[in-house]
């Protein structure tokens, strides 16, 4: 395999949850460059539960996953070869690597990290598109105020623990929902939020009325299902919700149907549903803050590292059932 | 009863469907006069569906209904004693009358309405808060672009049928969803909708999809449950929401599970959820649109009338389920 590509690609649609034979693992040749290309052996690949909807055929923000193709994704690495001056040979790079070794990117989508602001890996979670998101979801369309009860599920998640923190900084109280004892002690403990309420305690909706007595301005929602109706029946008047992402739906065959409605119009509430790909331009913003923030201290983040490309189906299917711990990396090699 | 006044007050919260037994009528003596204060004798009541949610003894935007408390609603009627000079006897105003032959005002609640402007049951409608409801949320919150495609539900009922022929002004293509081939005629043929899809047909969801070809761009949605769950199935990127009323689920025990949170996601919606109260100094820059539409012809308007304040209970109940045509007013003497 050596000087080999190698390639995980989409075998099947997933029918309900993504199982490991979903995914064929393929050896290929590496590719030719074109002028303006920069060949890019990969380290670090960042897993996402937005890939789980790309996997389905259906109507969306992009053209689904075809049969036999590879599967998308953000990834760091060294150019190895290349025919594009900003992109040097032996740069380390942040770029749409998709689940393979080896990758071509252009100037136009990637870019050079800059060692001084943290280590590579960081440029695929908290200085990256994971952090991006949580910043523009909750400061560009939820906009907390002070004071503000913000809840944020999927909270020791790779976006969720940045949008807590974020809000924190902002001056909120901030009350996170996640799954299990282990997790909601991280989210309180190590990242500062005040109070974190797991969601599979049997009295999970008394234990987030107990933690909201003034109900939750801001909803920062990565989950659906359940636990988004539970937060409704404790939204507040003109709440915002920031709708990310719907994990717990991703794989259920059958949509749950949230019942919330009536707390929707009741309370005047806003959804802003949004996808990070749209706000390219934003990035440079949310970037300036979280490199800050990161460098003080005020984010903290954890990384949850499966090693090697053959680990990646794998490490996944843990994540899309809440089995991972922080940002879900495969280090490739 | 001459001199009297007759009131209808909610006498149980509603198990589901709004009955007759829900509610008293009784005989009360006149008010008697404070500085500031008029009484008016009501000629129509306004019946709207935002009543029923306040029946049920749940958190909303305003505290619910007491037992024994006077059903609250808009009316107009004329001044038959003043203690407020802004309001002279003889002036036939506006205001929040209620569910009752006489009911008292002040300056700050009423406004006393001009003859030019139109007859004075169109206060409570096209040139009143449903007027205003429709504009609010098309024009403020939805903002439809001109050739954009707009769905507007509930769209021969008072605020639908505004909604859309605002839409309609403002160049969009507009689709209607109405129950019944009577109504959905009246939206097209006299409203000048574009297309009214009957969502009682057995193939409203494939009539819907051939309706909206390009998607759906803004939805001003009155309606709720499974008419709102086909419409997301059609929703567009970037849509919008302008979330002014559930009435398919205002008298249901079991609330409707809404199945398209997916599509938000995917599509990035944005809904707005709004109760007009909120917005009082919207009322001028609405009326003012509104009053010279009206007067031009463009937007017309159909009143149902029920006479008599003893036939509001069933008046009532024949608009919850959508067995009224047009705004639904109770003629009070």
Chains 1, 2 share one sequence.
């Not at 539960?49 to 996997?55: D, E, G, I, W």
């Not at 901030?174 to 969601?199: N, P, Q, S, T």
């Not at 309370?267 to 990161?294: G, Q």
């Amino acid at each position: 395999m050596s000087g080999g590509n190698v390639q995980v690609r989409m075998k099947r649609h997933p029918q309900g949850m993504v199982s490991p034979g979903d995914f064929d693992i393929v050896e290929a040749a590496l590719p030719t460059l074109a002028e303006g290309e920069a060949l890019v052996r990969s380290r670090y690949l960042s897993l996402d539960p937005y890939m789980r909807p790309r996997m389905d055929p259906l109507r969306s923000y992009v053209e689904p996953l075809k049969l036999g193709e590879l599967m998308p994704g953000a990834g760091v690495g060294e150019v190895v070869e290349s025919r594009e001056p900003a992109l040097p040979r032996g740069a380390i790079v942040a770029g749409p690597l998709g689940w393979q070794t080896h990758g071509v990117v252009t100037r136009a989508n990637a870019r050079v990290l800059d060692p001084a602001m943290g280590p590579p890996s960081a440029a695929l979670g908290v200085l990256g598109m994971t952090g991006v998101t949580a910043h523009y979801g909750l400061l560009k369309l939820a906009d907390p105020k002070p004071g503000e009860t913000v809840v944020v599920t999927a909270a020791s998640g790779a976006v969720g623990s940045v949008a807590g923190q974020i809000a924190k900084i902002k001056g909120c109280r901030v009350i996170g929902i996640a799954g299990g004892a282990d997790k909601c002690r991280y989210v309180v403990d190590e990242l500062g939020f005040d109070a974190c309420v797991d969601h599979r305690a049997p009295d999970f909706e008394q234990q987030l009325a107990q933690a909201t007595p003034d109900y939750v301005d801001v909803l920062f929602e990565n989950v659906g299902g359940p636990v988004f109706d539970a937060v409704l029946q404790r939204i507040a008047d003109h709440a915002r919700i920031a709708l990310c992402g719907n994990i717990s739906q991703y794989n259920t065959k059958e949509p749950y149907g949230v019942k919330g409605m009536r707390q929707l119009l009741m309370h005047r509430v806003a959804i802003h549903a949004f996808v990070i790909a749209d706000h390219r331009d934003y990035w440079p913003t949310a970037l300036a803050d979280l490199s800050v923030w990161v460098r003080e201290g005020r984010i903290r983040f954890k990384e949850d590292i499966s090693v090697g490309l053959r680990s990646a189906p794998d490490a996944f299917i843990r994540m899309l059932t809440g089995r991972n711990f922080g940002k879900q990396l495969v280090q490739v090699e």
